[in-house]
């Protein structure tokens, strides 16, 4: 009986060795796929100014009164432009970290948002989710200058006003590649993926 249990106490201990071990292989593996993947940033949509292009220039009034201006030359080092709709979910849930960004970069990021359509609708929104400290421009024209087809969108603008990165941005991940790719002088980071790539394939 004593050499079963021993014998019961070995297996088991075998076992719970060989799981750990393929644990650790799994958790090797999902390494190496994820460097291969690389970074995954905003999605670059067709068409519209591109990265690198001026950005085209518009002078609009906030809906408080507030006078904007966007592209050309500017005080602020960035703008960061971020399209929405009160009724796009994804742009809702985004709102909380487009405000965490600008505090982070107080005086060196400048928030403009930018929409169209039914202006209560847009004024209940400023309220509901407490953006009174940005200006929001409604503006059919901007979005068409900037070939917007789908929201969230974001582009960000330097102090030259020239487009330094833009995109669909879905979550935390696609803002804030924005400002990663502007940081390493790429248009977005999916083309720094496709160069690493296209150099290791050499």
Do not use: D, M, N, Y
């Given at each position: 009986m004593t050499n079963a249990?021993?014998?019961?106490?070995?297996?088991?201990?075998?076992?719970?060795?060989?799981?750990?071990l393929v644990v650790i292989a799994?958790?090797?593996?999902?390494g190496m796929l994820h460097e291969r993947l690389g970074p995954?940033?905003?999605l670059v949509m067709p068409g519209g100014p591109a990265v690198g292009d001026a950005a085209p220039s518009f002078e609009l009034a906030a809906v408080d009164g507030r006078a904007v201006r966007i592209g050309g030359a500017s005080t602020a080092?960035?703008?960061?432009?971020?399209?929405?709709?009160p009724?796009?979910?994804?742009?809702?849930?985004?709102?909380p970290l487009v405000k965490s960004?600008?505090?982070?970069?107080?005086?060196a990021?400048?928030?403009?948002l930018a929409s169209d359509g039914d202006m209560p609708a847009q004024l209940a929104m400023i309220?509901?989710?407490?953006?009174e400290a940005y200006p929001l421009v409604l503006s059919t024209p901007l979005g068409l200058a900037y070939q917007v087809s789908k929201l969230p969108h974001a582009v960000l603008i330097d102090a030259a006003g020239t487009i330094v990165a833009k995109g669909l941005v879905n979550n935390r991940e696609h803002l804030e590649s924005l400002f990663e790719a502007h940081r390493l002088g790429v248009g977005s980071l999916q083309d720094l993926a496709a160069r690493t790539m296209a150099e290791a394939a050499e």
């Open positions: 249990v021993i014998a019961a106490l070995i297996a088991l201990w075998a076992l719970v060795i060989g799981l750990c799994l958790l090797r593996q999902v995954v940033g905003a080092p960035l703008t960061l432009l971020f399209f929405l709709s009724s796009c979910p994804v742009c809702k849930s985004l709102l960004v600008e505090r982070e970069r107080r005086g990021l400048q928030v403009v309220k509901r989710e407490k953006l």
